[in-house]
């Protein structure tokens, strides 16, 4: 009998954590559901005789991943984790449109970097791309679907998974783990191989910063900021690729870049090079520093 509730009790142990089911694997519940909800939307709407081709099936896929994100994430935080959906971090408690600027503009000033330091080695030629009415449009396109991809990786990875395995393990695995995840959710992108440890290296320090944005800030405000404004301006503004994805002609610079892949990233863009992992060890020297000055206190 005592063997038997011996084991009985190990096994609680494994799957509890405080009444509730242990963090990680509420990790586990999310990754398995987010990605199938998606995909069921998507077929949902193929049913429905719903246009995807004149579309475009890149952006209804990024609705219906955006669509899942939200709800498999509201739903979890409430059966499972027994919180309120706003403590996933967008909460209106806080300055949250000090930390959206601060984050907007650190972004901007990120990519500004990449930017500058591509042209200054002489690896990158910018030039004003012509613009008319369409380019605008297509330039408004291309923000609104940033705008979602960013909402949808920040509550999955920093909102979600983040909060819950820092509660498992502690703040400093919970960096490493959401870091490497996000970019693994790259892999598929186009030129993520042609420098694999490059590209995934940027990717992660990516990840890393804007996961220690939501540690020292309690919310996803600057992180969203941040993320949106990074993408915005490496791609229709300074016309480089988002992670191996082209913008066209919404680009409000043309760029050409001749440089060595191991800098530039080449067609992956500069998270495949050492340029944006300077940019953004300065922004996350930035961060901390606006941490340690106690800018994020209330």
Same mark, same amino acid.
């Given at each position: 009998?005592?063997? *038997?509730?011996?084991?009985?009790?190990? @096994?609680?142990?494994?799957?509890?954590?405080?009444?509730?089911?242990?963090?990680?694997?509420?990790?586990? =519940?999310?990754?398995?559901?987010?990605?199938?909800?998606?995909?069921?939307?998507? *077929?949902?709407?193929?049913?429905?005789?719903?246009?995807?081709?004149?579309?475009?099936?890149? +952006?209804?896929?990024?609705?219906?991943?955006?669509?899942?994100?939200?709800?498999?994430?509201? =739903?979890?935080?409430?059966?499972?984790?027994?919180?309120?959906?706003?403590?996933? !971090?967008?909460?209106?408690?806080?300055?949250?449109?000090?930390?959206?600027?601060?984050?907007?503009?650190?972004?901007?000033?990120? $990519?500004?970097?990449?930017?500058?330091?591509?042209?200054?080695?002489?690896?990158?030629?910018?030039? &004003?791309?012509?613009?008319?009415?369409?380019?605008?449009?297509?330039?408004?396109?291309?923000?609104?679907?940033?705008?979602?991809?960013?909402?949808?990786?920040?509550?999955?990875?920093? !909102?979600?998974?983040? $909060?819950?395995?820092?509660?498992?393990?502690?703040?400093?695995?919970?960096?490493?783990?959401? +870091?490497?995840? @996000?970019?693994?959710?790259?892999?598929?992108?186009?030129?993520?191989?042609?420098?694999?440890?490059?590209?995934?290296?940027?990717?992660? &320090?990516?990840?890393?910063?804007?996961? /220690?944005?939501?540690?020292?800030?309690?919310?996803?405000?600057?992180?969203?900021?941040?993320?949106?404004?990074?993408? /915005?301006?490496?791609?229709?503004?300074?016309?480089?690729? =988002?992670?191996?994805?082209?913008? !066209?002609?919404?680009?409000?610079?043309?760029?050409?870049?001749?440089?060595?892949?191991? @800098?530039?990233?080449?067609?992956?863009?500069?998270?495949?090079?050492?340029?944006?992992?300077?940019? /953004?060890?300065?922004?996350?020297? =930035?961060?901390?520093?606006?941490?340690?000055?106690?800018? @994020?206190?209330?």
């Amino acid at each position: 009998m005592t063997m *038997q509730r011996s084991s009985r009790n190990l @096994f609680e142990r494994a799957l509890v954590k405080d009444g509730k089911l242990r963090p990680v694997l509420r990790c586990l =519940v999310f990754v398995f559901f987010w990605p199938a909800i998606a995909l069921m939307l998507f *077929q949902a709407l193929e049913a429905a005789g719903w246009p995807i081709t004149n579309i475009g099936p890149t +952006s209804v896929g990024v609705a219906c991943e955006f669509a899942a994100a939200i709800g498999v994430a509201v =739903v979890l935080r409430w059966f499972l984790d027994r919180r309120s959906a706003e403590s996933l !971090g967008f909460t209106f408690r806080v300055r949250w449109l000090r930390l959206l600027g601060i984050g907007l503009l650190l972004g901007i000033g990120m $990519q500004t970097l990449v930017l500058a330091t591509e042209s200054a080695m002489g690896f990158a030629h910018a030039s &004003a791309a012509p613009w008319s009415g369409r380019e605008l449009a297509t330039l408004g396109y291309a923000v609104a679907l940033l705008l979602l991809a960013a909402i949808t990786e920040e509550i999955a990875m920093r !909102g979600y998974l983040f $909060q819950n395995l820092m509660e498992e393990w502690g703040p400093g695995p919970a960096v490493v783990i959401t +870091s490497l995840a @996000f970019a693994a959710l790259h892999l598929a992108n186009p030129g993520a191989y042609s420098d694999l440890a490059l590209s995934m290296t940027g990717i992660a &320090a990516a990840g890393v910063l804007f996961a /220690l944005s939501v540690l020292w800030t309690r919310s996803l405000w600057l992180a969203l900021g941040c993320h949106l404004a990074w993408n /915005l301006f490496e791609g229709p503004i300074y016309g480089l690729p =988002v992670s191996g994805l082209s913008f !066209g002609s919404s680009n409000v610079l043309t760029e050409s870049v001749t440089g060595p892949i191991w @800098f530039t990233g080449g067609s992956f863009g500069p998270e495949g090079g050492l340029s944006s992992i300077i940019a /953004l060890a300065a922004g996350t020297a =930035v961060l901390y520093a606006l941490h340690r000055r106690g800018a @994020f206190t209330r």
